[in-house]
Structures are given as structure tokens and as C-alpha cells.
């Protein structure tokens, strides 16, 4: 089964300031799916982005991109600019188009602190 | 509603007893997912169900636990003989399938606790 690690298990950043959360993960496929997930304080699970693997170009979304790499089975988050909502526990998550189709793997997550 | 609605949002219950969860995804997804998380813990799969297919049941922790989910909406997660360590958030998501890019989107949880 495919697996999802994310290395820290807290980070700290300072407001207005840029942090880059790590994954990896393992795979033997080509295709797949990638997304981060935010999990603030009120539980609900919130998509922050999403990579398709066939896509060399790295997702961007406003304040939020992603470093792509496939060969290094890497998917790391930048987030620029921190405010104090991006304070929350942030999940990687791998789709297979194939194998288990549509089952999500996800990581054990990063707690994320943003200091005023 | 336009999102995943999970109820109830808390549940205490004495060790012993029998709970059931419930989850209302979001009409026309036709995949829907449990996960378990326990304190500061990252998401355990329980249970993935899709259309009219044979559920993956391969995450369920044991006997105790059941899901049902009738006509392909609503999904009940059942919990027989609770125990302590069942204490946790139960959350469900759902998923507009069969295209593999689109996101889980997720309910707000139930959050259990067993005394």
C-alpha cells in the first residue's frame, strides 16, 4: 500500500514570514494525485491545493504553492506570507487513480504555529 | 445543505454502551469515506464506500465496528460494546467520483468520548 510521511510533527513560523511543510511518499505508480489539507482548530478538514503527478508544473494557489518532485516522490508545501489563520494542523494526502481506486493515504500531519 | 453534515457534533456515552454515527454527504457523491482520529494524531481509514459496490471495509478495528449506508446517501457508522480507546473524532468525507482529481471534502465530526 502506498505510504505518506510527513517528518514534522510541528513548525514554527513568524507572520509574514514563509515556511515550507515536507512530504514524501511511496509509490510504484506514474499516475497519481497529491493535495494538502488544512485542519484548523474547528476540525473540518479544508483542500488547500492539489498536484496531478503527470503535471510537471507546480500548483499554485494565491499563497500557497507546492514543490514537486517526482523522482524524489516529494511534495512540499510554501506557504508565503503567514498569517496567524494558517495556525492549524496541515495533512498530505496521495490518491491512486488505480490501485484502491479512490482511496486517499494520508500523513500524519504538521502542526503549524504562527507567531504575531 | 451544500456541505458534508456530520451528527451529532459531540457524543459522551458510558463505557458498554452502543453508539451510532451519522453522516450526510453531499448529494451526488457517490464516494464516502470514515476516518478515525485520535488526540494530535493524524486520519485512520475505517471504511470507503462506492456506489453500489462492496464496501472497503479494511480499516475497521474490529468487530465492533459496522457501516451501513443506504441508498448511496446517507451513512450510519455504528459502534457496539464502546471501550475507552474508542474515544475520538470520527470524521466522514465524500467525493465526487470517477474522476481521481477531485478532492474529499469533509464533515465537521463527531467528536467521542467514552467515559
Known amino acids: 500500500a502506498q505510504t505518506v510521511t510527513q517528518s514534522q510533527p510541528e513548525m514554527s513560523v513568524q507572520e509574514a514570514e514563509t515556511v515550507t511543510l515536507s512530504c514524501t511518499y511511496d509509490t510504484s505508480e506514474s499516475d497519481y494525485y497529491l493535495f494538502w489539507y488544512k485542519q484548523p482548530p474547528s476540525r473540518q478538514m479544508i483542500l488547500v491545493i492539489r498536484?496531478?503527478?503527470?503535471?510537471?508544473q507546480n500548483a499554485t494557489e494565491n499563497r500557497f504553492s507546492v514543490n514537486f518532485q517526482k523522482a524524489a516522490k516529494s511534495f512540499s508545501l510554501k506557504i508565503s506570507d503567514s498569517q496567524l489563520g494558517d495556525a492549524a494542523m496541515y495533512f498530505c494526502?496521495?490518491?491512486?487513480?488505480?490501485?484502491?481506486?479512490?482511496?486517499?493515504?494520508f500523513g500524519s500531519g504538521t502542526k503549524l504555529n504562527v507567531k504575531p | 445543505g451544500a456541505g458534508v453534515s456530520q451528527s451529532p457534533s459531540n457524543k459522551v456515552t458510558e463505557k458498554g454502551k452502543d453508539v451510532e454515527l451519522r453522516c450526510d454527504p453531499i448529494?451526488?457523491?457517490?464516494?464516502l469515506y470514515w476516518y478515525r482520529q485520535s488526540l494530535g494524531q493524524g486520519l485512520e481509514f475505517l471504511i470507503y464506500?462506492?456506489?453500489?459496490?462492496?464496501?472497503?471495509k479494511s480499516g475497521l478495528p474490529s468487530d465492533r465496528f459496522s457501516a451501513e449506508r443506504t441508498g448511496g446517501s446517507v451513512s450510519t457508522l455504528t459502534i457496539q460494546r464502546t471501550q475507552q480507546e474508542d474515544s475520538a473524532v470520527y470524521l466522514c468525507?465524500?467525493?465526487?467520483?470517477?474522476?481521481?482529481?477531485?478532492?474529499?471534502?469533509f464533515g465537521d465530526g463527531t467528536r467521542l468520548s467514552i467515559l
Open positions: 494526502a496521495y490518491r491512486s487513480p488505480t490501485y484502491n481506486f479512490n482511496k486517499f493515504y
Open positions: 448529494s451526488g457523491h457517490t464516494a
Open positions: 498536484q496531478e503527478a503527470y503535471k510537471q
Open positions: 468525507a465524500s467525493s465526487l467520483v470517477p474522476d481521481s482529481y477531485q478532492p474529499q471534502h
Open positions: 464506500f462506492q456506489g453500489n459496490s462492496a464496501p472497503d
